[in-house]
Each structure stands twice: as structure tokens, then as C-alpha cells.
């Protein structure tokens, strides 16, 4: 049963041309607006964003509870959808695809709309969120950031990891149409943490038309004392990330500078245990 439910959602269109989010938002306050009972930190980028979620879902998880949705999957579709280092279970995925199934069908007869998977997916994990009454989820954008399903929510954070050429047919193929799109995740006097380099004063102009402002990794701050083992300093603070590759230590800076923001009082002890 979970196998032929799994196969119906994998079955739906992947891409579709959007114009607007509208959709969406009218089928989330259908469902109750379940992405806005929890604090969302929201994260985009060409490279990086999955592990820069996972760093900070690892942290955060040690003092709060957490949700963490990403895509795609490495190993088992439940993987998707976590809570505090948990994956949905085949009985909740059962669960809630079943109702997701049976909500949609409905929805798209009564509408004369239609949904792809990612779609549904973030739907289901907003709701899975929400049950679960998490306190935080990290929420990974699926393509690009303006367009986005994920970008329904209303973060308390966002975070741009990178800009580079990807998705070209639905971004844009210049970096300056790559970033505008991702830079549509920030929200109004929603803070945004970034990696991205180049664009420095592109992106403060963005920012401040949306009443907030930008922090960026200052990459000098990154000393790397050893590569394997990785190794490496910031800020003063030595870590040992548990992902190898020298790029990972952008994606753990990242992930330190958004949970510092989260909750500046949160112990190193703690920050390095996470990352």
C-alpha cells in the first residue's frame, strides 16, 4: 500500500511553469496554513544548501524540536521528512500520504487545479511539522527561491549558500537572474545570512527595498588547520565537521553564524557537538 501511495505522488508532473504562488497558499490555508505553527529557517542556494540545513538541523536538535525537510533523498524517501534526527516512519508516511492523496484528489476536482510532486510534498511536510508541533523546521527550497513551493512560509531566517548556473530553463541563464530568483526568499524584515560573493552591494540594495538587512561570511575568518581529518578555525572556535571536503567549512560557518542568530546563547559546547 505505502509502495503504490509512494509511486502516486512520484508520478505527479515535476516541473511546471508558475506564475505566481497563489495556488499554493489558497491549498495551504485549505489545509489550516500548517508552515505557519512553526519558526522556519529557510534555505536556497546552487551548492550547499542541503548541508548547511543538515549542520544546522544537527545543532538545533540538541536543545529544540526540530523538523527538517530536504530533497531529494539519499537512501529511503522517508528521509524527506524529519524530526530530531527521526525520519517520518513507513506507518506516519502511510499515514499522511493517504491523506494528502485523498485531500488533493478533492481539492484539484473542486478547483480545477492540478499539483505536482514537490508540491504536494511540501504541503504534507508543513503538516507533518505542525502535528508534530516542532519549534523550528529547516525548510530546503527546491529551485531557485521566488517561485519556489517552500517559499509560502514566513522564515524568521534565510539563507543564500551560493549562486551559480543551475536550472538555467527555469532561473534565467545569467548569475544575476540565478540570484534575483533566490533572492526571493527574503521576506520583509527577515534577516538573510549568505555565502554569496560578488554581489555584495546588489544584494544590501535588495535587502533594504524589504526593511531588513544581510550578513556575509567573511571567508578570512575560515582558517583550515588540516583537510582530513577536516579541521578548521572560526571566529576563534575550533571545529570537526563530521561531512569531509574543504568546502564544507563554508557550509558549517554558515550554519554557526544562523544558529548564533537563532539563539545566541546557545553554549559552543553544543554548537560544536552539532557541527
Excluded at 544590501?204 to 550578513?215: A, G, S
Aim: hydrophobic share 40%; charged share 25%; aromatic share 10%.
Amino acid at each position: 500500500m505505502l509502495k503504490e501511495l509512494i509511486s502516486w505522488v512520484e508520478n505527479r508532473p515535476r516541473f511546471k511553469d508558475k506564475t505566481s504562488l497563489e495556488k499554493l497558499k489558497n491549498c495551504a490555508l485549505a489545509l489550516g496554513n500548517p508552515q505557519d505553527n512553526f519558526k522556519a529557517i529557510h534555505i536556497t542556494g546552487t551548492n550547499g544548501k542541503g548541508s548547511t540545513a543538515q549542520f544546522i538541523y544537527s545543532i538545533l536538535k540538541k536543545e529544540k524540536t526540530v523538523g527538517l525537510f530536504i530533497s531529494p533523498y539519499i537512501l529511503k524517501f522517508n528521509e524527506r521528512i524529519q524530526v530530531n534526527g527521526m525520519m517520518i516512519t513507513d506507518k506516519e508516511l502511510l499515514e499522511y500520504l493517504t491523506f494528502m492523496k485523498n485531500f488533493i484528489l478533492e481539492y484539484e476536482k473542486k478547483t480545477n487545479e492540478s499539483f505536482t510532486f514537490f508540491e504536494i510534498m511540501t504541503l504534507m511536510a508543513f503538516k507533518y511539522f505542525s502535528d508534530k508541533k516542532v519549534e523550528y523546521a529547516i525548510i530546503e527550497a527546491g529551485i531557485g527561491g521566488k517561485l519556489d513551493s517552500t517559499n509560502i512560509i514566513l522564515p524568521v531566517l534565510s539563507i543564500i549558500t551560493s549562486v551559480g548556473k543551475d536550472h538555467e530553463k527555469q532561473l534565467g541563464n545569467t548569475l544575476e537572474s540565478i540570484l534575483d530568483n533566490k533572492l526571493g526568499i527574503v521576506k520583509e524584515s527577515v534577516p538573510l545570512i549568505t555565502a554569496v560573493t560578488g554581489f555584495d552591494e546588489y544584494i544590501k540594495k535588495y535587502v533594504k527595498t524589504l526593511n531588513t538587512d544581510v550578513t556575509f561570511l567573511d571567508l578570512n575568518e575560515i582558517n583550515i588547520i588540516n583537510s582530513y581529518p577536516l579541521k578548521f578555525i572560526f571566529k576563534g572556535e575550533t571545529y570537526m565537521p563530521k561531512l569531509e571536503g574543504i568546502y564544507q567549512t563554508k557550509n558549517a560557518s554558515l550554519a554557526i553564524m544562523a544558529v548564533n542568530y537563532l539563539l545566541p546563547n546557545l553554549s559552543k559546547e553544543t554548537i560544536k557537538k552539532g557541527i
